[in-house]
C-alpha cells in the first residue's frame, strides 16, 4: 500500500507562484508514475502534469511553460512548481501514483486559489 500527502496549497494573486509537493509512504519502489491532477469547483478532474520513475514529464497545454514538475527519488517525492498562476488555475490539487501492477493512489488534495 502507497500513501501520498501533498502539501503547498494555498491562495496567491495572479501571477505569483506556488510549489506543490507530494510525499509517497509505504511500498513506494514500485511506482512507476506518479502525476498531478486538479479539479475545479463543478468541472471534471482533468491531469495538469506526470512524471515516470525514469524522469519522462508530460504536461496540459495549459501548464506547459508555467509549470514544472521534478522527482527527488530519494526523498519519494515529486515537487510541482507553479509560475505565472491564473485565476483559472484555481482548483482542488490531487497526487496520484501508479504501480507496475496498475494500482492506483491518491492523495487527500490541496486547495489552490488564484485570486486578486
Known amino acids: 500500500h502507497v500513501q501520498l500527502v501533498e502539501s503547498g496549497g494555498g491562495l496567491v494573486q495572479p501571477g505569483e507562484s506556488l510549489r506543490l509537493s507530494c510525499a509517497g509512504f509505504g511500498r513506494t519502489f514500485g511506482i512507476v508514475v506518479v502525476a498531478w491532477y486538479r479539479q475545479a469547483l463543478g468541472k471534471q478532474r482533468e491531469l495538469v502534469a506526470a512524471i515516470s520513475k525514469f524522469g519522462n514529464t508530460n504536461y496540459t497545454d495549459s501548464a506547459k511553460g508555467r509549470f514544472t514538475i521534478s522527482l527527488n527519488n530519494a526523498k519519494d517525492t515529486v515537487v510541482l512548481q507553479m509560475n505565472s498562476l491564473k485565476p483559472e488555475d484555481t482548483a482542488v490539487y490531487y497526487c496520484?501514483?501508479?504501480?507496475?501492477?496498475?494500482?492506483?493512489?491518491w492523495g487527500q488534495g490541496t486547495q489552490v486559489t488564484v485570486s486578486s
Open positions: 496520484n501514483s501508479a504501480d507496475h501492477e496498475g494500482r492506483n493512489y
